[in-house]
């Protein structure tokens, strides 16, 4: 049976629940370890072909205990493996299985650091035996010597990473003979070496320990002690450089584990390590709860545009969709809201995806598609989407503004604020037709528009929603018995705060409405804050443990707006991610998805 491949443990395996260092990690001289060594049959770590078992139980330099035992492993014993160690099957036929020698093992492993000498080796086949025969692996904290000695050691110093080189070298009192216990003994020495090697390195605990045996690169061993002394707290982290420029911002909900994570080798970003290079300090924000941790990190970004974050740096380029006001309105893409009477819908990340929802809506409505300004006296020449019948020609006065407007301006104007369903139902008849004509890249194109029509008019319609408020105040309970309180206001987090446990929040929630921030509201979805952080406060809002504890007014949605499209767009986007054979079977089912939404 496949085993997991083994993993060492990690620095974050050196905390509790609460964040508070675990005592058995705190020094290494503190610490008790068992330093193992198994011989096997020499095949692969399948629950059996364990030979003998040797153990040494120790503590500062002192040994505290000694487990060592052959083992039967139920196969034969391969004619090299008597000659490398000098075990016989004679010797092995008495001896307990390996299912009899597990429960004494484990219990003598309690509580204790396991050591080995190419340590995943020796737990891949402790691991396997455990799951061949029922027994829970305890996953206790490893340390692998030769990893250690990889790092601590050079090669003029050793030629190889051996254990017997080892021994030598640290002139261990037992040299290893291909036994267990003599091999367990040796690598007890060459423990003590290496942590004798480690002080000069600044590694004094266990979880230091751990993550020098890990490619760890200079950088970040030289600015491990950048992490000191944070807070374990939710809130932002400010990576700065001498120059106190702010190089990186995150956030986190314990913030001294996660900047402690960036000096370990889970962490291989290069940009990440060019950052850890430059910076010279870094600067904790303990924030209240999670959600005012993500919504100062993203006004953090915004504010600094640290060079090192990709996301998030600039919520002021967006650009909208805007129907124009005239006597012939006209779709244009325009980066800022104003105060003209045009419609506008967004906001949109990118130019690219607002003229793809655009194309949409010309795929849906006969709105004209060119930029001129037209007026209703004088006629101009028509373009070449009128002769194609793809352009009602308002140019040419072949259409009253009245019924422009109702044929092409308003299908739009009532997707922006209530239901969408003409121009979704109009795109999904020209699907239909394209499939069932099998030109399936071509209804792919308009798929595509689709998603981009309307997932920006769900967006739009569920941020203005929120935005139109004055003040709703939200909590939901803490992990500790208290309650996160949120005060929005027109969709910007006006004020955070936690209130204690197993005391009543109305003290707490009145204190925090009295400092909240004054927000005062203005044109469009987000009047007063990113689309990005109200977004994350929607989702804060709408998590089923969020209690609304008092609105300004009612959040509504339209009855028929363009949430009751949502699965549509979920199975659209899906299938849009999905490979080429996925696309046109979805493609093809579209009819149905278009007749059910019609009912």
């Known amino acids: 049976m496949a085993q997991p491949a083994y993993v060492q443990g990690t620095l974050d395996t050196l905390l509790s629940a609460d964040g508070t260092v675990d005592p058995a990690a705190l020094s290494l001289a503190d610490t008790t370890f068992v330093v193992l060594d198994l011989e096997t049959t020499g095949g692969a770590a399948d629950g059996g072909g364990i030979t003998e078992i040797g153990a040494v139980k120790v503590r500062a330099g002192q040994e505290l205990g000694v487990f060592a ?25 008495p001896a307990p299985p390996i299912e009899a020698v597990l429960p004494s093992l484990l219990e003598f492993l309690r509580g204790s650091v396991l050591v080995a000498h190419n340590a995943p080796y020796d737990v891949g086949f402790l691991k396997a035996a455990c799951a061949r025969h029922g027994y829970t692996w305890p996953q206790p904290r490893v340390l692998d010597t030769a990893a250690v000695a990889r790092r601590a050691l050079t090669r003029d110093e050793v030629p190889n990473r051996k254990l017997g080189t080892l021994a030598q070298f640290f002139r261990a009192a037992v040299q290893p003979t291909h ?38 690169t200079p950088t970040q061993r030289r600015q491990r002690h950048l992490a ?41 970003r290069a940009r990440i390590s060019e950052m850890l290079g430059a910076a010279t300090r870094v600067e904790a924000v303990e924030c209240a709860h999670s959600l005012e941790a993500e919504v100062r990190e993203l006004r953090l970004i915004a504010a600094h545009a640290p060079p090192y974050n990709r996301r998030s740096k600039y919520p002021e380029r967006v650009v909208w969709l805007k129907l124009t006001a005239e006597a012939y309105p006209r779709l244009s893409v325009v980066r800022a809201l104003a105060d003209d009477g045009a419609a506008y819908l967004g906001p949109f990340s990118s130019r690219r995806t ?48 009245e019924a422009y407007e109702e044929t092409a301006a308003l299908p739009f104007r009532t997707a922006l604020d209530g239901d969408p369903s003409q121009v979704v139902e109009a795109l999904m008849t020209r699907i239909d037709e394209l499939s069932d004509k099998r030109r399936y890249e071509e209804a ?22 929120l935005t139109r408020l004055s003040e709703i105040v939200a909590a939901r309970r803490d992990t500790v018995g208290g309650w996160e309180i949120s005060v929005v206001r027109h969709g910007r987090l006006a004020a955070a705060a936690t209130s204690p446990p197993r005391e009543h929040p109305r003290p707490t929630l009145d204190a925090v409405r ?23 406060i929607l989702a804060w809002l709408e998590r089923p443990d969020t209690r609304l504890v008092e609105t300004s007014g009612d959040w509504v949605s339209p009855v028929r707006g363009a949430a009751r499209f949502t699965s549509l767009l979920t199975r659209a986007e899906a299938a849009a991610s999905g490979k080429d054979s996925a696309v046109r079977s979805s493609v093809t089912d579209r009819s149905d998805d278009a007749r059910s939404l019609r009912l």
């Open 69 to 93: 035992t052959l083992v039967n492993p139920g196969e034969r014993l391969p004619p090299f493996i008597t000659v490398l160690t000098g075990i016989t099957e004679a010797m092995l036929a």
């Open 354 to 401: 607002a003229e793809l929802a655009a194309a949409g809506v010309y795929d849906a409505v006969p709105l004209r598609q060119c930029s001129h300004k037209l007026s209703v006296r004088t006629p101009t020449p028509a373009c070449a989407l009128a002769e194609l019948g793809r352009c009602p020609a308002p140019c040419e006065h072949k259409i009253t503004p």
């Open 444 to 465: 792919a194109v308009l798929r595509s528009r689709l998603i981009a029509l309307l997932r920006a008019t769900v967006r739009m319609q569920k941020l203005t929603a």
């Open 514 to 536: 009295l400092t909240a921030e004054t927000v005062l509201p203005g044109r469009g979805p987000v009047p007063a804050a990113s689309a990005e952080e109200t977004e994350r």
């Open 179 to 216: 036994r267990a216990l003599d091999d367990a003994r040796a690598t007890v020495d060459v423990l003590h070496g290496l942590i004798e090697r480690l002080g000069s390195f600044r590694v004094h605990t266990l979880g230091d320990a751990i993550e020098f045996a890990k490619a760890v």
């Open 228 to 268: 000191d002394g944070l807070p374990h707290a939710p809130g932002v982290y400010v990576f700065r450089a001498a120059d106190d420029r702010a190089l990186y911002v995150g956030t986190s909900k314990d913030i001294a584990t996660r900047v402690r994570s960036y000096f370990t080798a889970s962490e291989k």
